[in-house]
């Protein structure tokens, strides 16, 4: 069974920072295009950043540009999300999502089930 699992969300203050993880398991990502997403309650789902299956393209919103960097470590299967100078309205539930190519990520069946980042003091 293909399998994303999010792990890492947490209560942070703002001007914190955090790093989540996407495991696979069941598949490899060496082939696979790696999304974040994020949706906030009331909030439409919005695309946080893509890394492409070789690692060597990136994209970001322009809300995390800066902030977020996302990296993968295909020996151990999973991609990260390092979140940086943290802000109460990156506060969500942050998805990973995989696919074949970036450009087609936000349409892909294959999600985790999301993990929970709380910015607050």
């Known amino acids: 069974q293909l399998r994303l699992a999010e792990s890492g969300g947490d209560l942070v203050q703002p001007g914190g920072s955090l790093r989540l993880s996407c495991a696979a398991s069941?598949?490899?990502?060496?082939?696979?295009?790696i999304g974040w997403f994020r949706q906030a309650p009331g909030k439409e789902r919005e695309e946080v950043s893509c890394?492409?299956?070789?690692?060597?393209?990136?994209n970001y919103a322009d809300s995390v540009k800066g902030r977020f960097t996302t990296f993968r470590d295909n020996a151990k299967n999973t991609v990260y999300l390092q979140m940086n100078s943290l802000k109460p309205e990156d506060t969500a539930v942050y998805y990973c999502?995989?696919?074949?190519?970036?450009?087609?990520?936000?349409?892909?069946?294959?999600w985790g089930q999301g993990t929970q980042l709380t910015v607050s003091s």
């Open positions: 999502a995989a696919a074949g190519h970036c450009t087609a990520i936000a349409s892909t069946e294959l």
């Open positions: 069941g598949f490899s990502l060496d082939y696979y295009a």
């Open positions: 890394i492409s299956y070789s690692g060597l393209s990136t």
